[in-house]
T-cell receptor, first 114, second 112 residues
């Protein structure tokens, strides 16, 4: 079972470039989320989705777009990368069972914006 | 807004010694989670607390105790192994557990 798969693992961008971070899960989880991890700040929620076709903003959504056309995939788009978006990005998925929702994380994408 | 505080940025312990990592939360305490991140890796769930028995057991010999009176959910291990060196994150479910608020993390170093 692959779990949560993120691609690419590493990426270097120039300021102003665009790219899409991919996230796929094969556990049929309804919930998916994107977090960014910065030194000394833990992980902060960027966007999340509670099901196909439904997305919402988290704590730090500016500069990022998401869509959820299928249950399996939840891509994160940077339309015009900025150095402040240099970070490690984690995707997570989860399923609500009896009111308990436990998130499982991918291995992360390390992004540098020059 | 809900928040999670991990007061210790770094902790160093000797192999075989006991360990306690501190986590304090604001109102709306549950659910609570501890995750571990090894260098260059993703986050792995160590344990979780939703309700019920306030002492919860997790993987790798870790346990945590929910103390409402102290607003704490500290992580403990009786005897640390060198392989436990990693960064540990405490998190709380914000209004629902699919939206997590994380503490800033505690990096554990283990002396031989």
């Amino acid at each position: 079972n692959a779990g949560v798969t993120q691609t690419p693992k590493f990426q270097v961008l120039k300021t102003g470039q665009s790219m899409t971070l991919q996230c796929a899960q094969d556990m049929n989880h309804e919930y998916m989320s994107w977090y960014r991890q910065d030194p000394g700040m833990g992980l902060r929620l960027i966007h999340y989705s509670v099901g196909a076709g439904i997305t919402d903003q988290g704590e730090v959504p500016n500069g990022y777009n998401v869509s959820r056309s299928t249950t399996e995939d939840f891509p994160l788009r940077l339309l015009s990368a900025a150095p402040s978006q240099t970070s490690v990005y984690f995707c997570a998925s989860s399923l609500d069972r009896d009111g308990k929702n436990i998130q499982y994380f991918g291995a992360g994408t390390r992004l540098s914006v020059l | 807004a809900q928040s999670v505080t991990q007061p210790d940025i770094h902790i160093t312990v000797s192999e075989g010694a006991s360990l306690e990592l501190r986590c304090n939360y604001s109102y709306g305490a549950t659910p609570l989670f501890w995750y571990v991140q090894s260098p260059g890796q993703g986050l792995q769930l160590l344990l979780k607390y939703f309700s019920g028995d306030t002492l919860v057991q997790g993987i790798k010999g870790f346990e945590a105790e929910f103390k409402r009176s102290q607003s704490s959910f500290n992580l403990r291990k009786p005897s640390v192994h060198w392989s436990d060196a990693a960064e540990y994150f405490c998190a709380v479910g914000a209004s629902s557990s699919y939206k997590l608020i994380f503490g800033s993390g505690t990096r554990l170093l283990v002396r031989p």
